[in-house]
């Protein structure tokens, strides 16, 4: 039997690492060992400060290096598989790596609730190999929750208050970014995590006598990016009368839940940004 704590705070460490914050080590345990066995530069490290100083000698002839995860795998109660791809250039000749040194793997071992070691391969099919794996494929239909059916199951547990279950449609670690809403409560800003989201949605609904969203004209632009059209209604206290808005939402999904989520008063800019990033994560 696996530990699904493991795979939540796997999850949350690689979502910081995806974002480029390298600040929180907290998961780490003091003696952590970090094991490349491929690519350009192999090496065992031990230990956070040499860990840090060694992944800055093999990264430093390279630029532009950002990480996407495909998949997580719980391997048993101590091991979990991340399934990652990669994208690294050269500094002086601009050139990225060969394709199959792009999709690789890393295998996260844990112990009472700490990271003890990280295996580290470039090479894909040589981790799945080593793991006895190699006949594993990805699913090729995903098993979560379809985008749309979790945007409306969510909105729903919004409109009839039951916001432990509307936050359920983000990730743990999921952030919510957004500009000034339309109804004119909240001001634009940046939410981390279920519980400020969670408080931003009270915040929003207690405004109103009457309060709904509903989403319309969604889009699955492919590479875990989606639009959508939010509209937000709500009779004001002291008000007789609806008032209503549109906002354009570009987010970013991983496992069945938003990782990341942009909302925009301009629904046409929002558009735009939503297929610009689908063709890079793509």
Same mark, same amino acid.
Do not use: C
């Given at each position: 039997?696996?530990?699904?704590? $493991? ?11 995806? &974002? ?52 997580? &795998? ?28 792009? &999709? ?123 639009? $959508? ?54």
């Amino acid at each position: 039997m696996t530990d699904s704590t $493991n795979l939540d705070l796997v999850r949350s460490i690689y979502a910081d690492f995806e &974002r480029g914050d390298f600040s929180r080590a907290d998961w780490a345990d003091p003696q952590i060992e970090y094991v490349v066995m491929d690519g350009p530069s192999p090496g065992r490290f031990t230990g956070l400060t040499e860990i840090a100083t060694g992944v800055r000698e093999i990264l430093s002839p390279w630029k532009d290096l950002h990480d996407m995860i495909d998949e997580y &795998r719980e391997l048993d109660d101590e091991r979990v598989l991340v399934l990652l791809r990669a994208d690294l250039r050269g500094k002086t000749s601009g050139l990225g790596l060969d394709a199959s040194w792009t &999709r690789g793997a890393e295998i996260v071992h844990i112990k009472q609730g700490r990271v003890t070691r990280i295996v580290k391969y470039f090479d894909r099919d040589r981790a799945l190999a080593d793991l006895g794996l190699d006949g594993y494929a990805m699913p090729e239909k995903s098993t979560t929750p379809d985008p749309e059916e979790a945007l409306r199951r969510g909105f729903e547990a919004v409109n009839r208050g039951d916001f432990g279950s509307a936050v359920s449609m983000f990730a743990p670690e999921g952030v919510w970014e957004f500009t000034p809403l339309g109804l004119g409560v909240l001001e634009g800003g940046l939410l981390m995590g279920h519980e400020a989201i969670r408080k931003s949605l009270e915040d929003l609904t207690e405004s109103f006598r009457d309060f709904e969203l509903e989403s319309e004209d969604f889009h699955d632009l492919g590479s875990g990016v989606t639009f $959508n059209v939010l509209v937000q209604r709500g009779m004001p206290h002291g008000s007789d009368g609806f008032v209503e808005s549109r906002l354009g939402v570009v987010a970013i999904w991983r496992d069945g839940r938003v990782a990341r989520a942009t909302s925009y008063k301009d629904v046409d800019e929002a558009r735009a940004a939503a297929e610009r990033l689908a063709q890079e994560r793509g």
